[in-house]
């Protein structure tokens, strides 16, 4: 039975690195499969991206990077499909010149 759950509610990310914090990361259990439904309302600049990323414990230096990146120079929405995850999934941005908005909805579904 697929879930839906929202990543991140409607966000500012400013210029440089912003990670969503550990507190906030999404245990999606027995899920491996995501499809994320990314709205941008706000460009971020060229070369500003967003990315997914993933981890088996809650520690901040555990999380990887999962590609490919999200493109925050645009705006509108995509949607984007992901897999081979481990426990917990959060999200990291990179905002090169202006800040960038954004809100990420997931349904996450057993393989």
Known sequence: MPAYFRLQGLVTANVGDTAQGTESAVDIGRYSRLSLGIQRSQAGGAGSVLVLQTAATLDASAF????????????????????????????????????????????????
Do not use: C, H, Y
Not at 75 to 84: A, C, K, N, Y
């Open 64 to 111: 990887i990077d999962l590609s490919p990146p999200v493109d925050l120079n645009a705006t509108g929405g995509l949607v984007q499909e992901v897999s081979g995850l481990l426990r917990f999934v959060r999200w990291r941005s990179a905002v090169v010149d202006s800040a960038a908005k954004f809100l990420i909805d997931v349904v996450a579904r057993e393989v």
